[in-house]
């Protein structure tokens, strides 16, 4: 059996490191000195990659069943070809196709369906029925994934930067809570502060309540990352005590922020790895002057839609 330690080793010898950037034009801008961390250099462009190998590594399944709008899907795919298995994924009708494009690349069986009519996870759960030996893989609500999102805790850790705060994206939470264990796992006690699509504001109105709540329905936000209906339990319990806050970012702010990231620090951002900076935009009084690590979580877009987004239309 596996040590811990080896099995970080196993997952960090795959991963890309983030690429660490800092903007002068960018923090001048935004009043504070502002580092972005990007994972839209990580293999399949996103952090779910880390989560992704971490999961297929651990299981013993040769094949994985998941519900995604991408991100989690096309890493999960590479993840199963670097490591001689197969997965399905469930994604929405409205996804991206680039995204779509890309699970089958990398060898992953889409099925896309139509969320008005039946939630993905039915029907992840219906083919998990008609294969009773696969693995079914959640985006975030999963121990696997929050320890494989957790290297990326341990690299901000290593940084040598004394942060006053790291903004990271929030939707089912499998990102903010893992890297939470990552950071305090690294003894490292920074805040750490979600921002979230107002139009998806359901980790929000959970911490305001002290428990989960949903959202009605498949939020339709800019940030398809965080089109999921709720908070996993497993990231909640991380979640509701580790969160400093949450930031609510309304579309116009993610659209901003995008742009920013592409004007002011020459980086590509998918709406949902915008969601950092948009958080400043949008509450810039609670980061003037400090120091600040920003999450770009992805930078997986349709050309059509990014080209759209910059012009502002």
Avoid at 64 to 90: D, R, W
Avoid at 142 to 156: A, Q, Y
Avoid at 229 to 239: F, S, V
Avoid at 249 to 270: D, M, Y
Wanted: proline fraction near 4%; glycine fraction near 10%.
């Amino acid at each position: 059996m596996k040590t811990k330690n080896k099995r970080r080793e196993g997952l960090e010898a795959e991963i890309c490191g983030a690429m660490v950037i800092e903007s002068r034009r960018l923090s001048s801008a935004l009043g504070a000195r502002v580092i972005q961390a990007s994972e839209a250099f990580q293999h399949t462009g996103s952090f779910k990659f880390r989560a992704a190998y971490n999961v297929v590594m651990r299981a013993e399944a040769d094949l994985f069943i998941t519900a995604s709008s991408g991100n989690f899907g096309q890493a999960l795919a590479y993840a199963c070809q670097l490591l001689g298995k197969s997965c399905i994924v469930v994604m929405p009708l409205t996804s991206s196709q680039v995204k779509v494009d890309a699970v089958r690349g990398y060898g992953g069986k889409v099925e896309l369906i139509d969320v008005t009519a039946k939630s993905r996870w039915d029907r992840v759960w219906e083919l998990a029925k008609e294969h009773p030996e696969a693995y079914v893989a959640s985006p975030y609500d999963d121990p696997w994934v929050i320890e494989g999102n957790s290297s990326l805790g341990r690299e901000l850790a290593a940084l040598e930067y004394d942060f006053d705060s790291v903004v990271v994206p929030v939707g089912g939470g499998g990102l903010a809570s893992g890297i939470l264990v990552g950071l305090r796992d690294a003894k490292n006690r920074v805040p750490v502060i979600g921002a979230e699509p107002l139009l998806a504001n359901d980790a929000a109105r959970s911490l305001r309540e002290g428990r989960i709540v949903s959202n009605e329905g498949e939020p339709q936000t800019l940030a398809d990352g965080a089109r999921t209906l709720c908070l996993g339990d497993r990231n909640w319990e991380i979640l509701k005590t580790g969160l400093q806050k949450i930031v609510e970012v309304p579309e116009g702010k993610i659209a901003e922020g995008l742009r920013v990231l592409f004007s002011l620090a020459n980086l590509k951002a998918e709406p949902t790895g915008a969601l950092a900076i948009g958080a400043m935009l949008a509450a810039p009084e609670a980061f003037a002057g400090r120091t600040v690590c920003c999450l770009v979580s992805g930078g997986n877009v349709d050309p059509e839609v990014y080209a759209r987004l910059l012009l502002g239309q």
